[in-house]
């Protein structure tokens, strides 16, 4: 019983992630649709004729020992876990405490399994200016 509930709270704390930066992108994308979980990637958007395809990596906890957080950037399910540059084209790095999001690029990041984010940018970040400055580089 303890193992369902625990699988439950964390499919729940990935979806409250995912709507959260659909909420976010629908603020500048004219589609926005969230993606079934058996697909590559959790979020496909379109901004200025361009689809994005977008997977997004949710924490609600701090890491108390390392004042920071730190998000996994691989799959959970499949043996080969890297998500490479054809399969998507951003990363959104969701966090339920503070209701914020920081975006990526997937370019040059196949080899890259974690990332730290230190509190003060996860905090602060403005996540529409973040993104816009990602997707008006391309």
């Known amino acids: 019983m303890q193992n369902t509930l625990m699988a439950y709270k964390k499919h729940n704390i990935g979806r409250a992630g995912e709507y959260l ?56 399910s499949r043996k080969d876990r890297l998500y490479y540059e054809n399969e ?25 399994c974690q990332i730290t984010i230190q509190d003060d940018h996860m905090k602060n970040n403005d996540p529409i200016k973040n993104l816009l400055n990602l997707v008006e580089a391309e």
């Open 21 to 76: 930066v659909a909420a976010m992108l629908s603020q500048i994308a004219d589609t926005v649709i969230i993606v079934p979980h058996s697909a590559t990637s959790d979020i496909i958007f379109e901004y200025k004729d361009k689809l994005y395809r977008c997977q997004v990596k949710t924490r609600a906890e701090f890491e108390e020992s390392r004042l920071n957080w730190r998000f996994d950037l691989r799959r959970s």
């Open 88 to 112: 998507i084209e951003i990363f959104a790095l969701a966090n339920l405490t503070y209701r914020n999001v920081i975006f990526l690029t997937n370019k040059n990041r196949t080899n890259m």
